[in-house]
């Protein structure tokens, strides 16, 4: 079996200032998020029902 690597991405909305960003990649079946300034912590990881409604709340939300 190969052990793959997530690949990270960080958010748009991140900013040039880096103190407020976070991470996502696909875990398995599932979307982990964590912290990218202290990659050693603890990753969330949310299946892709609660990713979506995640979303989708952000589309209707942010400006």
Aim: charged letters at 25%; hydrophobic letters at 35%.
């Amino acid at each position: 079996m190969i052990n793959k690597q997530p690949t990270w991405r960080k958010s748009t909305y991140s900013g040039g200032g880096g103190n407020e960003c976070v991470e996502v990649a696909q875990i398995r079946a599932a979307i982990g998020v964590r912290d990218s300034k202290d990659t050693s912590r603890r990753i969330i990881e949310y299946d892709a029902t609660a990713w979506s409604r995640f979303a989708a709340y952000l589309v209707d939300h942010i400006e």
